[in-house]
């Protein structure tokens, strides 16, 4: 039988939240390193109440403690928190009218999704224009081998991660998502060549999505761009518009987050060609 929590644990609860975030606010923003005795002071409460959240913080790596002076200030692990925050609030605010702008000009759908650990999630959607319209749920995850976005990450994500996923039981969404091993390794490769994946029926029945990568400086792939549509919107194998102003949407977003391209940035093959990958 589940656990029904009480409603002064619940009340505890949300006060130990705040304070272990009030705490963590008090040492980013805080020039100088804080000491349990400070930061009780600054936060109203105890000393042991301080002392636990930290502990709790430092085995977590938010913070990190000078042994010599028993002063605490924040970890890396908090700083790889704030820059993956900052770097997604940046990839929205900056894709947002470019996914306007490709929504105005194809009429479709425009889903934004970002990778994160091998995984990817829809975080932002601009409607198409049509009168009934299929968008995914933001913060979804999508598939890797079902889904245009996810055969992205299979082609230009980790290394290893095809392997995995191949070697993995490999879900039918649709009588036509590929379950195959040996195909999927196919369409990942055709993927990597043309610079931009298509999966017609494959996550819904008569649904379409074309997608493309969204590659950082560095040369680690950070989202995808898609379209979405039915097949009397977007057939089965893109039209080369498609592919173009897909194209040309991800390098008004690369450009803005990234300034020009230079010739020791790490691409994918120019998605310009209209190359079917159905086997």
């Given amino acids: 039988m589940p656990k029904v929590a009480q409603k002064d644990q619940v009340r505890d609860g949300v006060k130990a939240v705040v304070l272990a975030l009030r705490m963590l606010e008090q040492l980013t923003f805080d020039p100088k390193p804080g000491r349990v005795t400070d930061l009780a002071k600054r936060l109203g409460t105890s000393k042991n109440r301080v002392h636990r959240h930290l502990q709790t913080l430092l085995d977590m790596g938010y913070v990190v403690r000078d042994v010599d002076t028993q002063r605490y200030t924040v970890g890396i692990r908090l700083v790889q928190l704030g820059s993956a925050a900052a770097n997604q609030y940046d990839l929205l ?4 009218p470019v996914m306007r702008k490709l929504r105005d000009s194809l009429g479709l759908t425009v889903v934004l999704s970002k990778v994160v650990a091998d995984q990817l999630y829809a975080i932002e ?3 198409g224009k049509s009168d009934v319209t299929v968008g995914v749920v933001i913060g979804s995850p ?3 081998h079902s889904s245009a976005q996810g055969k992205i990450v299979l082609a ?3 290394r290893g991660l095809l392997d995995a996923v191949a070697a993995s039981d490999l879900e039918a ?3 036509r998502t590929i379950v195959d091993p040996r195909r999927l390794r196919r369409e990942i490769g ?3 060549q043309q610079g931009w994946a298509a999966a017609p029926g494959e996550t819904m029945d008569g649904l379409n999505a074309v997608a493309v990568p969204i590659i950082a400086a560095g040369g680690e792939l950070i989202a995808t761009l898609a379209v979405l549509g039915f097949g009397n919107e977007l057939p089965a194998l ?3 518009r498609h592919i173009a102003e897909l194209a040309a949407a991800v390098r008004e977003i690369s450009a803005a987050l990234f300034g020009p391209p230079n ?3 790490k691409s994918v093959p120019p998605a310009s060609q209209t190359r079917g990958t159905r086997k």
Avoid: E, I, K, M
């Fill in 190 to 192: 055709a993927v990597r």
């Fill in 263 to 265: 010739p020791g940035r």
């Fill in 238 to 240: 893109p039209t080369p």
């Fill in 156 to 158: 230009f994500g980790s």
């Fill in 173 to 175: 969404r649709t009588s």
């Fill in 93 to 96: 605010t900056v894709s947002r």
């Fill in 125 to 127: 959607r601009v409607d």
């Fill in 142 to 144: 999508l598939g890797l």
